[in-house]
Each structure stands twice: as C-alpha cells, then as structure tokens.
C-alpha cells in the first residue's frame, strides 16, 4: 500500500496511539474507518485512482462498481496503518548500539536504522529514483560514482517531496521518540533521544533523513520484484 494513501487524519493518529490490540480484527479496521471524514476517504480513493490508474481500473472492472473500489482501497489503508510497526524493534535497539561509536553525533543516520524506508517512500517512488541512478555513468571510479549517487539520490528525494511527506515523516519520529521510553538499552535510548530533537530542530536533519530513506526503499524493489512498468 502506497505509504501516502495511509490516513492523514488527527483523530485517526490519536486512535493508533491509544489502541492496545495487536491482532487485525473486522471490528478494529471498522472502527478505525469510521474515524475518517469523508473528505479523507475521497483523498485516498481518488490518490489510488491518480497514482496507480491501472490497478483502479482492474479493481472497478473485478467489483463492477466504483463505489466498492473506492471502499476497498479506504479499507486497504485502514488495513496498513494498523499493520506499521508502532513499536520500537529491540533488533534495532541492539543495532543502534552496536553502531553507537560510528554513529557519533550523525542524528540522520541514527533514525534511519529505526525508521522503515518503506514507510516513507513508495515502490513507485523508489523505481524513479532507481532509474535515475541508472543514467550515472558505469565508467567513473569509485570515489566519483559515490559522490554523484549521493547527488542524484538528494536531488531525487528533493523532487519528490511533498507536504504529505512532511507530514508523514515527522509522524514516524514522533512515534518513534513515543515508544522510547520503554527501551531496555540505555545506549540506544539515549542515542535516538538526541537524534529525534535534532530532527525537530534541525532542517538539514530531517532533509538527510529523507533522503537517506529514499536509497534505503531501493531495497523494496527486490523485495516486491516487479518490473518498473507495473511500479509506475
């Protein structure tokens, strides 16, 4: 699920926050629908529609109604807010520090070991930024390509952005910094602490982290293994 289709929505953010149940249930993606005003149900049917025009059609064309579709995608967001991680991994606790030392005051690259490209970043938003990559030239050295993929990757994140984004992204540290205080690794804890203020602080932090996470949704490419065309 596209991460921007999620529900941009105060009421519903509040709900996730207070809601104990891990298990997906019929009753909770209901109730978390019910949450969602009309205008924000219409957005994400009608983003569905924009963005991936293709499998709109199909699911109209399988439902034989707009309207169904247009309910089965709301429902799919539902469906994928509840299942984002809302808890910090202890994986990625060790992780952090493990990597402490190298970390030093780097607060960007700390939250982007805490944080999930994927939900930031698309698939089809990752395929544009891979076929940019593509265009550098195979022949520079290594020092050089290094530095142009960098370039291309920040350029790409810039081009990218959007307010949503924004948005989104400051609600993943948020919910990050919220579930720290529960981390049994005082290291970590205090590591991600201090990254989460600078990222509230410091522009260029939060524009590192965003691009950071661009290279890092490459990887779900391979994972989702489907040819650019469809990702588009």
Same mark, same amino acid.
């Given at each position: 699920? &596209? =991460?921007?289709?999620? =529900?941009?929505?105060p009421? &519903?953010?509040?709900?996730? $926050?207070?809601?104990?149940?891990t298990?997906? !249930?019929?009753? #909770?993606?209901?109730?978390g629908? +019910?949450l969602?005003?009309?205008?924000e149900r219409?957005?994400? /049917? ?5 963005e991936?025009?293709?499998?709109w ?7 034989g109604?707009?309207?169904?579709? $247009? ?19 202890? $994986?990625?606790l ?11 005051a ?7 070991l %805490? ?7 698309s698939? %089809?938003e990752?395929?544009? +930024?891979?076929?940019?990559? /593509?265009?550098?030239?195979d ?6 390509y ?32 919220a579930h #720290? ?7 970590? &804890? +205090?590591?991600? !602490?201090?990254?989460? +203020? /600078? &990222? ?5 932090v ?9 290279a890092?949704?490459? $990887?779900?490419?391979q ?9 588009a």
């Amino acid at each position: 699920m &596209f =991460p921007l289709l999620r =529900p941009d929505c105060p009421e &519903f953010d509040a709900w996730l $926050d207070a809601r104990q149940a891990t298990e997906i !249930t019929r009753e #909770l993606i209901e109730e978390g629908s +019910a949450l969602l005003p009309a205008a924000e149900r219409e957005r994400i /049917a009608d983003a569905h529609g924009l963005e991936f025009p293709e499998v709109w059609g199909s699911l109209v064309a399988d439902l034989g109604d707009e309207a169904d579709a $247009d309910q089965l995608v709301v429902v799919g967001a539902v469906v994928a807010a509840l299942a984002e991680a809302r808890r910090v991994d202890p $994986d990625v606790l060790e992780l952090v520090e493990e990597e402490s030392q190298g970390l030093g005051a780097d607060s960007a690259e700390a939250l982007v070991l %805490a944080l999930e490209a994927s939900d930031l970043w698309s698939v %089809a938003e990752a395929v544009v +930024a891979d076929d940019a990559l /593509a265009e550098i030239p195979d022949t520079l050295d290594d020092d050089a390509y290094a530095v142009l993929w960098t370039a291309v990757i920040e350029a790409q994140a810039a081009q990218l952005w959007s307010p949503r984004h924004e948005r989104r992204l400051a609600r993943l540290v948020q919910n990050l910094r919220a579930h #720290l205080a529960v981390a049994q690794r005082p290291t970590a &804890f +205090a590591v991600l !602490t201090e990254a989460c +203020a /600078a &990222f509230e602080r410091e522009e260029d932090v939060r524009t590192k982290v965003a691009s950071l996470l661009l290279a890092g949704s490459l $990887d779900s490419l391979q994972q989702a293994q489907i040819p650019a065309a469809v990702a588009a």
